[in-house]
């Protein structure tokens, strides 16, 4: 089929262009977003400078009415751990999982595997202050060298773990809004490509530092005297203790419910939880969760200290998706969403680029998924991850011969594991890694580089299959 392009479809194109070569640069994007979207709403409604200002406001709308979910599940997370960590039972909860640490061999694995399931409920960055202080030390001081504990949390961490995001569902939330799929459309193909990338560069990177831990494993320590001096520092009240243990279990109770709910003819009698409702689920719970500790902690006192609780968490989530809601805007425009900004009749311009394009071109699996894999690459530069995510979303909708979602969710992988971050050594998730194990994130950046682009090729001949 034809498409007819306008003016204002190439417009669109260069200024994806622009965004595309901001990003290479390593500069901020959300200024070209913006006069992106104001230069669109201009030409299309014949010049109209009101209208213009007025399409910035609506794309803006737009984008942030659809991403707040997200952003407030992240919200409720953080809130609910701040309050953990008020009581202290966030290190309690984590104490147990110091007897793995205590042999480096193990200690690589077993860090960046506690580091991956506390970064699923709990979101990576606090995970990984929560993982880093308590974990880290212990797992050096037992032979294992810094640089491996790092590479390990911030692989299985801002990597295997945002990538997928299975639980929380965030990135992967942003992309289906985008290209506008159902709550968790995506979510067997990023689960499979999180866990093709993560497990592909753990395996070499342990490979590459194989060497290095056992040389720093001959200096030898003592396993008794390591473990006591690790839980020095504990001293749990018994509040403490139960929600430590009570936290965790809630949350894989839901876990288990919503596996459950998903098979047809399930003993429990409960429709699907996915997608929204996994979402409101989780969120209904972490702010009970909160209700509860902050109670429990504060007593007549929680009236003053759940709203700091909740301001901490919505601080955090705002922080994250503030630049992220106008470079979402501006992808709005090439997918189905262009609607609910330009009005009626309005045509998704990335959508038919793509479409002008798959008519002149032969496109087959292996180029789309690796150059979608690339764009997503490239949109990481900027050291968020997410903001590239319309973008990829958007090109697998355009281009995609079969499964969008295979599609859209290696652009995810590209984007998540080179800004989330593993790749950019300016990203806050690979600085604030870095930081916790006291190594250098340039040093950190250079370390993951080979391992996680193994895990990207073999994820994008995946991605290429599963289309």
Aim: glycine residues 12%.
């Amino acid at each position: 089929m034809d498409v007819a392009l306008t003016p204002s479809h190439w417009i669109f194109l260069a200024f994806v262009l622009i965004v595309v070569l901001a990003m290479v640069f390593k500069r901020d994007v959300v200024l070209p977003s913006i006069i992106g979207i104001f230069v669109i709403g201009l030409v299309y409604n014949g010049g109209s400078l009101v209208a213009g200002i007025q399409t910035v406001f609506s794309a803006l709308m737009v984008a942030g009415m659809d991403l707040f979910d997200i952003m407030l599940i992240i919200a409720l997370m953080v809130a609910m751990l701040k309050a953990m960590g008020k009581m202290g039972a966030d290190n309690l909860m984590v104490a147990p999982t110091r007897r793995f640490v205590t042999n480096p061999h193990v200690a690589f694995f077993a860090l960046g595997g506690i580091m991956y399931v506390c970064a699923l409920f709990f979101w990576p960055t606090p995970a990984t202050a929560l993982v880093g202080v308590m974990l880290v030390p212990v797992a050096i001081k037992a032979g294992l060298p810094a640089m491996a504990a790092a590479v390990s949390v911030n692989i299985l961490g801002h990597g295997m773990a945002l990538s997928g995001d299975m639980v929380i569902q965030g990135a992967s939330g942003l992309s289906e809004s985008t290209i506008g799929l159902p709550g968790g459309a995506m979510l067997n193909e990023v689960a499979i490509l999180s866990l093709v990338v993560g497990l592909v560069s753990i395996t070499v990177a342990y490979l590459m530092m194989r060497k290095d831990i056992n040389a720093q494993q001959s200096i030898g320590v003592n396993k008794s005297e390591l473990l006591a001096a690790a839980d020095a520092d504990i001293n749990p009240t018994p509040k403490a203790k139960a929600f430590a243990a009570f936290v965790p279990v809630v949350f894989l109770l839901i876990i288990v419910v919503m596996i459950i709910s998903s098979f047809e003819g399930n003993f429990l009698g409960l429709e699907a939880i996915s997608g929204g409702a996994a979402t409101a689920l989780l969120g209904g719970t972490a702010t009970a969760l909160l209700i509860l500790l902050s109670i429990a902690n504060d007593g007549h006192k929680a009236m003053e200290s759940i709203p700091g609780h909740l301001r901490e968490g919505m601080l955090y989530a705002i922080k994250i998706f503030a630049p992220v809601i106008p470079i979402a805007g501006f992808f709005f425009l090439g997918s189905s969403a262009v609607v609910d900004i330009l009005g009626e009749g309005a045509p998704g311009f990335l959508f038919d680029l793509g479409g002008a394009l798959a008519n002149s071109l032969p496109l087959n699996n292996f180029a789309l998924s690796f150059g979608n894999l690339f764009v997503g690459i490239l949109s990481g530069l900027d050291g968020s991850g997410f903001s590239g995510l319309p973008l990829t979303a958007s090109l697998a909708q355009a281009l995609a011969p079969g499964s969008v979602e295979s599609l859209a969710a290696i652009g995810q992988m590209g984007a998540i594991w080179t800004g989330g971050g593993t790749l950019t050594a300016w990203a806050f998730g690979l600085v604030a890694t870095a930081g916790v194990a006291g190594v250098k994130p340039m040093d950190l950046a250079r370390k993951n580089f080979v391992p996680v682009i193994c895990g990207l090729i073999v994820a994008g001949i995946v991605a290429a299959l599963l289309m």
